[in-house]
């Protein structure tokens, strides 16, 4: 059963269809994933799975995780994260089992999941889509400010201050986004990399994580449940 994993996103190229039709797709180096911890109702409060990705040097790491991680058989791992399940899915899984992107042959849509790349200190134009000053005579070096902000500043008898969620320059970027429903284009298991449709968040030797779809339309739906009856 295919299960949250993480990966290494490598960049983007693209590849053609039988018909020749170009698509872009983002390469992931999609695990080894191991796993190291199985959490159960009885023992933790709820069930769930530990998974560890990427080779580190134990040097780096800290004793803690490095005796964590000989519990499953296995080096000093960079990244570890959990992944909630049911019991039986639970079940389904051994301390110290690794996990590669064979696991997804069978799953034609993921959802990835990775931190978007940081862009610092952006004025409202960048951060918002904010359409600017006008550029003509008369506007005087304000032609990328937000406007005026003066008739919020009363912010309807709670005080001075502008009201909460005003959309005004600041930090951008560097934030967890999830690109839901993309589509699998080819797993290569031999060389361990996941083929998908689309742009993926992060840059490039950035992690990412990747899950079989958990919100699907009927069309999406129903080539899902195709593919995995092939």
């Known amino acids: 059963m295919a299960t949250t994993m993480m990966g290494t996103k490598l960049g983007m190229t693209r590849v053609f269809t039988a ?20 959490k ?10 530990q998974l560890a990705f990427g080779e580190i040097k134990p040097r780096n790491s800290t004793m803690p995780l490095i005796g964590h991680d000989a519990k499953a058989g296995t ?6 994260r959990e992944f909630r399940c049911t ?21 034609a849509f ?15 134009m960048k951060r918002h889509h ?7 005579h008369g506007t005087e070096r304000k032609h990328r400010s937000p406007g005026s902000i003066g008739s ?7 005080g001075g201050g502008l009201k909460k969620g005003k959309r005004m320059a600041g930090h951008m970027g560097h ?12 797993v290569d298991a031999e060389n361990g990399l996941l083929l998908i449709k689309g742009a993926v968040p992060g840059p490039a030797r950035g992690m990412v994580m990747v899950r079989p779809s958990i919100r699907l339309y009927k069309t999406k739906a129903k080539k899902q449940a195709e593919k995995a009856k092939a």
């Open 152 to 158: 919020l500043c009363s912010n309807r008898g709670y």
């Open 75 to 80: 080096a000093a791992k960079r990244y570890h």
């Open 110 to 124: 993921v959802d990835a999941i990775g931190i978007s790349k940081g862009k610092g200190f952006q004025g409202t």
């Open 40 to 49: 159960t109702a009885a023992k933790d409060g709820y069930d769930a799975v």
């Open 175 to 186: 934030v967890r986004v999830t690109c839901r429903s993309l589509d699998v284009v080819r």
């Open 130 to 136: 904010f359409k600017g000053m006008f550029a003509s």
């Open 87 to 107: 019991a039986e899915e639970a079940a389904k899984f051994t301390l110290g089992q690794t996990l590669t992107v064979s696991e997804f042959e069978k799953v």
């Open 19 to 38: 018909e020749g039709v170009s698509v872009p797709v983002t390469v992931v180096q999609l695990g080894p994933c191991v796993v190291t911890q199985i």
